[in-house]
């Protein structure tokens, strides 16, 4: 038997075999650990957080685990990260660009039509006003027109300026939403670009690390 019982305290003795079992099964739950770990950095990558991206063994796992770790392997496994995350950031560039272009456009378009807005609501006011002066013929631009033509353009004006602010409203909305978005894509492509320095940074100091060893 691996276990030897002695007096009435309890205590017990292992055998060699049995602590050579244990230091194997503890350091196989340390690479388990890791292995984990690495599972959670990388899929972490499709986050929208910082600590999506920091999620490794490198700010996880306690120092005791990673002193049993190859200072080699955790080289290669940051370099791994930051591969990772370059075609995610490459990805997230074109996104902000996408909406950076989106917001201008639609900026220039609410622009062009809250001036005609401008223009047609002073072009109501005038028509109203030279109706309520009263007259029976009116002139604009050296053409005469009667009441009844006023007052029909008048409504004319006034449903098309009700479509258009409705129009304008809408891509008001648009835009808010867009810029909402644009904000969102830049927060995110500056958690992408500090999580990459942070690991290239790590990379610097385990490389110091491993020639320290070397020496």
Request: proline residues 1%; contains cysteine.
């Amino acid at each position: 038997r691996d276990l030897d019982f002695r007096g009435r305290g309890g205590k017990v003795n292992q055998s060699p075999e049995k602590t050579g079992a244990e230091e194997r099964k503890t350091m196989c739950k340390k690479f388990l650990m890791l292995g984990m770990l690495g599972a959670i950095g990388v899929a972490g990558l499709a986050g929208t957080g910082t600590l999506s991206y920091l999620k490794t063994g490198y700010h996880t796992a306690s120092e005791s685990v990673r002193s049993s770790v190859p200072i080699e392997w955790e080289i290669k496994r940051a370099r791994q990260m930051i591969s990772d995350l370059k075609p995610e950031i490459a990805k997230n560039l074109q996104v902000v660009a996408r909406e950076e272009v989106g917001v201008q456009r639609l900026q220039e378009e609410i622009q062009t039509k809250e001036e005609l807005l401008a223009k047609s609501r002073n072009d109501i006011l005038r028509l109203k006003g030279d109706l309520e002066k009263g007259g029976v013929r009116f002139v604009y631009a050296g053409r005469s027109y009667s009441e009844d033509q006023v007052r029909d353009d008048l409504a004319n004006r006034f449903k098309q300026f009700q479509v258009h602010e409705a129009t304008t409203n809408k891509l008001n909305q648009v835009l808010t939403a867009r810029e909402k978005n644009l904000d969102a894509a830049r927060r995110k492509l500056d958690e992408m670009l500090a999580a990459k320095r942070e690991l290239e940074v790590e990379v610097e100091n385990l490389q110091a690390r491993l020639t320290m060893v070397e020496v």
